[in-house]
């Protein structure tokens, strides 16, 4: 076993470097030291953005706060096209960032999202799961029907749940693959707001297509802002809604800092 992690050792440095080297290193050394590695980190980072917000900004956010949204007013999910894809998983809540990242070039339409559009056909079109592209999609790719059924069955009992006994905040999945799993399972609906304040869907798809059919209001993280929407907090902070921004009074980033 010794021998099979030298030479892969020896394999990443050839092939990638000596820096994808060390953080190949530290993941597999602290992951193996605690299973929960990826939370542990993703918390860090929070706290880290967080003491950079303190330190440069005069409103820093919660980071941990939720903010309220209506899920069918949600226009664009980030991130999913091809470009300056600055904002990083597991790189905790309430980060800053100045950039491109938040143009209309790398974003998608949320009912694009092939998770979304299935949920949507199922239960706000009537489909029956095998007549969605969803499906589809699942059987091109090869993915076993036992395991399709299987997600189909859990998607059903939350949407159930949610309709009967209404949004339960404070998720907590049963599915843990790999990083951005085991992450998510612990937040609520994850989102980023742009330059302009819009607010765009990130992770979380079923929770949030649910939340779209049935058109309720739900609690969200937000993962990233862009630096021009936080500095626009600061100046509300500070001086109140710019002259002729009346429309920002109910804007849901902007509830702490106007109450």
């Not at 050792?9 to 605690?34: H, N, Q, W, Y």
């Not at 941990?64 to 209506?70: K, L, T, V």
């Not at 843990?176 to 998510?184: A, C, F, K, T």
């Amino acid at each position: 076993m010794a021998t099979y992690y030298a030479k892969r050792a020896l394999e990443i440095l050839r092939e990638e470097g000596p820096v994808e080297l060390s953080k190949t290193a530290k993941k597999f050394i602290l992951g193996g030291l605690c299973s929960h590695y990826y939370r542990r980190l993703f918390k860090f980072n929070t706290w880290k953005n967080h003491l950079k917000n303190r330190i440069r900004y005069d409103a820093p956010p919660d980071p941990y706060q939720p903010i309220e949204i209506r899920a069918n007013k949600i226009e664009y999910q980030a991130g999913k096209k091809k470009g300056p894809r600055r904002i990083k998983k597991g790189g905790g809540l309430a980060q800053t960032i100045a950039g491109a990242w938040d143009r209309p070039q790398h974003r998608q339409n949320v009912e694009e999202n092939i998770k979304i559009k299935g949920v949507i056909q199922r239960f706000e079109q009537g489909k029956d799961w095998q007549e969605t592209e969803l499906h589809n999609y699942y059987t091109n790719k090869g993915v076993d029907s036992t395991q399709i059924k299987e997600w189909y069955n859990n998607v059903e009992y939350l949407f159930n749940d949610i309709y009967e006994n209404g949004y339960i905040t404070g998720h907590e999945g049963s599915h843990h693959r790999g990083y951005s799993q085991s992450v998510r399972d612990r937040l609520e609906v994850l989102v980023t707001v742009d330059r302009d304040g819009e607010v765009c869907h990130l992770e979380g798809n079923h929770r949030f297509a649910i939340a779209r059919v049935l058109g309720i209001q739900i609690p969200v993280q937000v993962v990233c802002r862009h630096k021009q929407w936080q500095e626009l907090r600061d100046e509300i902070h500070n001086n109140g809604l710019p002259e002729g921004r009346e429309d920002l009074q109910d804007h849901p980033d902007l509830q702490d800092i106007l109450d």
